[in-house]
């Protein structure tokens, strides 16, 4: 039995305990409004960029297929997994290598490769797995420019056909209590198949819908790629901000 002693010594610990994963709680709602605020406004403007590439697409010769559009034979894949660098938010880290251990058991027949962004990704598969590239440092100073960068390799690799197939794997921000385990397909990307008569418009297009579409594309996969990575970002407060709370119980 233990004596008044030790006794005293758990409840010090205990509240200890306490404070800090308080402490925590408070950080990550802090945290939380401004990742919130940065996916929510990002969010309506790659959803108009997509609507705009579609647009012109239909209106534009369909024997012209944009280099990433190329659908191909199927031998080389990258699973893009996006995690956090930190750990203490519930299942946040450890439902997307679940998904990515799924993706690798479906597409066991090809060549896999994994682009981790998030140290806990990378802690996941870098022991049994090929790891294309690390850029969990891309958190150290989270913005577009960073993002871009990371992609526009991504694509690159695409484009001089080291890659057939490229997924996304991340968390999508639903609100601060839940997260959606989310996989899409980031390259070749989906157009809109036009079995109908190239569209006529009442506007012009300067300097011409191939060059608007070379250029349109390129940046919209560039935002997919940071939209996910926001979307993870809001995510991971929001489950270690409930993670906390329930620690707190």
Same mark, same amino acid.
């Given at each position: ?9 758990? =409840?010090?610990?205990?509240?200890s ?8 709680k408070? $950080?990550?709602? !802090?945290?939380?409004k ?5 996916? $929510? ?6 959803e ?8 012109? /697409?239909?209106s534009?010769?369909? @024997?012209q ?5 190329? +659908?191909?034979?199927v ?5 893009i ?7 203490? !938010?519930?299942?946040?880290? #450890? %439902?997307?290598?679940?998904e990515?251990?799924?993706q ?11 682009? %981790?962004?998030? +140290? +806990? ?6 022991? /049994? ?6 850029? #969990? ?17 991504v694509?690159?690799s ?10 996304l ?5 639903v609100? !601060? ?6 996989t899409?397909r980031?390259?070749? =990307? %989906?157009?809109? *198949? ?5 569209? *006529? ?12 579409l070379? /250029?349109?594309i390129p +940046?919209?996969?560039k935002?997919?790629?940071f939209?996910?990575i926001l979307?993870s970002? !809001? #995510? ?11 620690a @707190?119980?």
């Amino acid at each position: 039995m233990a004596n008044l002693k030790e006794i005293r010594g758990r =409840i010090t610990s205990i509240t200890s305990t306490m404070q800090i994963t308080r402490a925590m709680k408070m $950080v990550s709602a !802090a945290k939380l409004k401004k990742a919130q605020d940065a996916i $929510v406004m990002l969010r309506p403007y790659s959803e108009k960029l997509q609507e705009l590439i579609e647009n012109v /697409n239909s209106s534009s010769d369909p @024997d012209q297929v944009s280099v990433y559009a190329e +659908k191909r034979s199927v031998k080389r894949i990258l699973f893009i997994a996006v995690t956090s660098n930190r750990g203490l !938010a519930g299942a946040f880290n #450890s %439902s997307i290598v679940k998904e990515l251990n799924i993706q690798f058991q479906n597409h066991s027949q090809y060549d896999v490769e994994v682009l %981790s962004i998030g +140290k +806990k990704a990378y802690d996941a598969v870098r022991r /049994n797995r090929k790891v294309f590239a690390n850029e #969990s440092a891309v958190y150290d100073n989270l913005n577009f420019d960073v993002v871009a960068n990371v992609t526009e390799g991504v694509m690159t690799s695409f484009r001089e056909g080291k890659f057939d197939e490229v997924y996304l794997i991340y968390n999508k921000f639903v609100n !601060a209590a839940t997260q959606e385990v989310t996989t899409e397909r980031l390259l070749p =990307i %989906s157009m809109p *198949e036009t079995t109908e008569p190239q569209v *006529e418009t009442d506007y012009i297009f300067e300097p011409n819908r191939a060059e608007i579409l070379d /250029n349109l594309i390129p +940046k919209s996969i560039k935002t997919q790629v940071f939209k996910a990575i926001l979307d993870s970002v !809001a #995510s991971e407060h929001g489950a270690r901000m409930t993670a906390m709370h329930k620690a @707190d119980r």
